[in-house]
């Protein structure tokens, strides 16, 4: 599904991953773990396409992606959810999901705007109280939950998710947990960066990266 063979990525002269390869099978729970600094948001903001320079084999469904720009392998059903979530805090929650949902078509094989909007609600009944609450208005694990959402409305065949349940209150790191474990129970591929240790336990794989550099697997 997802192949990476010698990802090497530089922000300015100082290289920040060192030939880094690894694999995300279809349906599969891949977890990426290592230390603060150990190059894991690089990792993952390189393979949407928006993080720093970078040179190496991304292929994707047997095609390369390299030179796709970030709204190309989102649309090709990638889907990124970054630690600092990117919300657009002025909107509400339903605005924030409604803004990015793809339409479906016969060529795309993506469910309705509609059905994949219930599907969240289903994942996340938090969020059905606060639909009309500015995303500035909710807390820091209600925003990872409407991050997390925003990024399924695209219908995505692969999550790349960076520390989901980082820095938030133990109840809604249940929640976002289970939600997570369902979605690949449906079948969602997953590559998730963390240091907690809430996934690892649950995943197929677990890779370790030390210093941008890929130590091995547990």
């Given at each position: 599904?997802?192949?990476?063979?010698?990802?090497n990525?530089?922000?300015?002269?100082?290289?920040?991953?060192f030939?880094?390869?690894?694999?995300?099978?279809?349906?599969?729970?891949?977890?990426?773990?290592g230390?603060?600094?150990?190059?894991?948001?690089?990792?993952?903001q390189s393979?949407?396409?928006?993080?720093?320079?970078a040179?190496?084999?991304?292929?994707?469904?047997?095609?390369?992606?390299n030179?796709?720009?970030?709204?190309?392998?989102a649309?090709?059903?990638?889907?990124f959810?970054?630690?600092?979530?990117r919300?657009?805090?002025a909107l509400?929650?339903?605005?924030n999901?409604w803004?990015v949902?793809?339409?479906?078509?016969a060529?795309s094989?993506?469910s309705?705007?509609?059905?994949?909007?219930e599907?969240?609600?289903?994942?996340?009944?938090?969020?059905?109280?606060?639909?009309?609450r500015?995303?500035?208005?909710?807390?820091?694990?209600?925003?990872?939950?409407?991050?997390?959402?925003?990024t399924l409305?695209?219908?995505p065949?692969?999550?790349l998710l960076?520390e989901?349940?980082?820095g938030?209150s133990?109840?809604?790191?249940?929640a976002?947990?289970?939600?997570?474990?369902?979605?690949?129970?449906?079948?969602?591929?997953?590559?998730?960066?963390?240091q907690?240790n809430?996934?690892?336990?649950?995943?197929?794989?677990?890779?370790v990266?030390?210093?941008?550099r890929?130590?091995?697997a547990?």
């Amino acid at each position: 599904m997802l192949s990476v063979e010698g990802l090497n990525a530089w922000y300015g002269q100082a290289q920040a991953l060192f030939d880094v390869s690894l694999s995300v099978g279809e349906g599969e729970l891949v977890v990426l773990q290592g230390l603060n600094g150990a190059g894991k948001s690089t990792l993952l903001q390189s393979l949407i396409g928006i993080g720093p320079r970078a040179q190496g084999q991304i292929h994707w469904q047997g095609e390369p992606l390299n030179t796709w720009a970030a709204h190309r392998r989102a649309k090709a059903g990638l889907g990124f959810v970054a630690e600092d979530r990117r919300l657009f805090t002025a909107l509400s929650v339903q605005e924030n999901l409604w803004l990015v949902a793809r339409p479906a078509s016969a060529s795309s094989g993506l469910s309705t705007s509609a059905q994949r909007f219930e599907r969240v609600m289903a994942l996340f009944p938090q969020l059905k109280t606060m639909l009309h609450r500015p995303a500035s208005q909710m807390s820091g694990g209600e925003q990872q939950m409407l991050a997390l959402a925003r990024t399924l409305m695209t219908g995505p065949r692969l999550l790349l998710l960076d520390e989901p349940c980082e820095g938030i209150s133990p109840v809604l790191v249940a929640a976002m947990r289970d939600a997570l474990l369902q979605l690949a129970r449906e079948g969602v591929a997953m590559l998730v960066a963390e240091q907690n240790n809430i996934l690892a336990q649950h995943a197929q794989r677990v890779l370790v990266l030390t210093s941008g550099r890929m130590a091995g697997a547990a």
